[in-house]
């Protein structure tokens, strides 16, 4: 976290960032904003989105 800069691009996606609720996947952001998490999941791992509905529930809520 010491070296992110979000000012390298317009938009920057930052892999594993940090919140009030635990780190989330994928942390979006715009002109320094944060826009939106992303929840990854592999398919192969047979996730379904209703299996993480929970987890997905208390990222919308988080502090960035």
């Given at each position: 976290?010491?070296?992110?800069?979000?000012?390298v691009?317009?938009?920057?996606?930052?892999?594993?960032?940090?919140?009030?609720?635990?780190?989330v996947?994928?942390?979006?952001?715009?002109?320094?904003?944060?826009?939106?998490?992303?929840?990854?999941?592999?398919?192969?791992?047979?996730?379904?989105?209703?299996?993480?509905?929970?987890?997905?529930?208390?990222e919308?809520?988080?502090?960035?």
């Amino acid at each position: 976290m010491s070296k992110l800069n979000l000012t390298v691009s317009l938009g920057v996606a930052v892999r594993e960032f940090p919140t009030s609720t635990g780190p989330v996947d994928y942390a979006l952001f715009v002109e320094e904003k944060p826009v939106g998490v992303v929840e990854a999941k592999k398919t192969e791992l047979g996730g379904k989105i209703t299996a993480i509905e929970e987890q997905s529930s208390s990222e919308t809520r988080c502090a960035l």
